[in-house]
Every structure is written in C-alpha cells, then in structure tokens.
C-alpha cells in the first residue's frame, strides 16, 4: 500500500538525507548506486526528472528495492510530470518551484510534494497552498543564515535546505533547524565513482546529521 503524505514526511524526516540522482547514469549504475547507499544508512532517494530515462530508473528503483528504498521524483515542474512520476512508482515529488497545480494533484492523492521555495513570499504561498514540508532552494548561495532567518517567522514549516550542502555545512544546516537535507554531487559524484566510495561518503554524511549535526538534548 502506498504511504501517505504524512508517513512519507515521517520518513524522510527519520533518514535525514534526501540522495539525489540527476546525470547521465546507466540503468545498472543506478542499481549499484542504489545499493551503496542501503549499505551507507541512506534508505531516500530522488531521481530528477531531467535525467535521461527519469520515469524508467524510478519504476526500476521501485521495483528493486521495494520498501527498502523511499523512492521519488524530483524536478517535478507540471502536473503532468507529477502524474507520469507517480505512475512510474514515485512515493514522494519534489519541485524547484510552485506550482499550484502540482500541489492540487498531490493533494488529491495525498502524496508527499515539497515545492521549492527561497523567500518569506514564497513560503507563505506555500503554505496557505497546504505545503508543510517545503523544499528551500538554492542554498549554496545564500547559506545556513537563510534557513535560520525564514524559520523565525515560519517556525510551522518543515524546510529541507537543498544545493552546496556537503560535510562541511551539513551540521550548521541542522541547527539552523533542517528537518532533512538534500544532497547531490557531495554524495554520487558524476563520474570516477565507486560503490564502496558512495558508500564511504553516505556513512559519514549520515554520521555526521545525526551524530555531530544534533545539538545536545536540552541545548535544542
């Protein structure tokens, strides 16, 4: 049975990491991609969808790893693409931008969708859209200070800072009140990678969100 919007935000929030795939990857590439981050703790996965055979890699990812896998769609622009995702397999969508629309089908269904958002305007259109997990986007540009900044007035939305994060930003992400992150060429490089090298990198990156990243109980 397919999740709901709810457990699937649940999910996402329990993994931390949100591994995203966009590139020119071979069909068994991505399998082997995919079981490099099993065996790295990551268990979320986006695959944009301007990524060549995008639809086909998610039904294929679905089908491999089943439940193992929170499997979605990224780059989701349309309601069409948004339909097509689903259909492919896709439990959760993820956009650059808002799109009513979009929104309104992943409402209908009830399927996780975070729209990608960058300022207070765009936030609150959001969520009075009823997006309450909101993808923050880009944030190589602007840093961890963005994030702290718009949760003060919008300590209600669940952010989930996406571009530039790495190792040696991740923490300050989490304490500036990241539920999860999204994170891309830090963790599956584009080319001259290995599954114990993708591996390597999810276990460290994992260890670091929710070992380092945390603040101590009572200093939240």
Same mark, same amino acid.
Request: hydrophobic letters at 50%.
């Given at each position: 049975?397919?999740?709901?919007?709810?457990?699937?935000?649940?999910?996402?929030?329990?993994?931390?990491?949100?591994?995203?795939?966009?590139?020119?990857?071979?069909?068994?590439?991505?399998?082997?991609?995919?079981?490099?981050?099993?065996?790295?703790?990551?268990?979320?996965?986006?695959?944009?969808?301007?990524?060549?055979?995008?639809?086909?890699?998610?039904?294929?990812?679905?089908?491999?790893?089943? =439940?193992?896998?929170?499997?979605?769609?990224?780059? &989701?622009? !349309? #309601?069409?693409?948004?339909?097509? $995702?689903? /259909? @492919? %397999?896709?439990?959760?969508?993820?956009?650059?931008?808002?799109?009513?629309?979009?929104?309104?089908?992943?409402? =209908?269904?009830?399927?996780?969708?975070?729209?990608? &958002?960058? !300022? #207070?305007?765009?936030?609150?259109? $959001?969520? /009075? @859209? %009823?997006?309450?997990?909101?993808?923050?986007?880009?944030?190589?540009?602007?840093?961890?200070?963005?994030?702290?900044?718009?949760?003060?007035?919008?300590?209600?939305?669940?952010?989930?800072?996406?571009?530039?994060?790495?190792?040696?930003?991740? %923490?300050?992400?989490?304490?500036?009140?990241?539920?999860?992150?999204?994170?891309?060429?830090?963790?599956?490089?584009?080319?001259?990678?290995?599954?114990?090298?993708?591996?390597?990198?999810?276990?460290?990156?994992?260890?670091?969100?929710?070992?380092?990243?945390?603040?101590?109980?009572?200093?939240?």
């Amino acid at each position: 049975m397919r999740p709901t919007s709810d457990e699937t935000a649940v999910r996402v929030k329990r993994n931390g990491i949100i591994a995203i795939v966009r590139g020119g990857y071979e069909l068994s590439e991505l399998l082997r991609i995919g079981n490099a981050l099993l065996a790295g703790s990551l268990r979320v996965i986006e695959v944009t969808l301007n990524t060549p055979r995008a639809l086909e890699v998610i039904s294929a990812l679905h089908k491999r790893f089943g =439940e193992e896998l929170l499997i979605g769609a990224g780059t &989701v622009r !349309t #309601a069409e693409q948004f339909k097509a $995702a689903v /259909a @492919a %397999g896709a439990l959760f969508t993820v956009a650059p931008s808002f799109d009513l629309a979009t929104v309104a089908c992943a409402r =209908e269904v009830d399927i996780l969708h975070m729209p990608g &958002v960058f !300022t #207070a305007t765009e936030t609150q259109t $959001a969520f /009075a @859209a %009823g997006c309450r997990m909101l993808k923050l986007f880009p944030c190589e540009t602007v840093g961890p200070a963005h994030l702290r900044a718009l949760r003060a007035p919008f300590d209600d939305v669940e952010f989930v800072p996406t571009g530039g994060i790495d190792l040696d930003n991740i %923490g300050l992400y989490a304490h500036a009140g990241a539920v999860a992150v999204g994170i891309g060429s830090a963790l599956i490089p584009k080319s001259g990678w290995s599954e114990a090298e993708i591996t390597s990198r999810a276990r460290v990156l994992h260890k670091a969100w929710f070992d380092l990243a945390r603040p101590p109980v009572g200093l939240a």
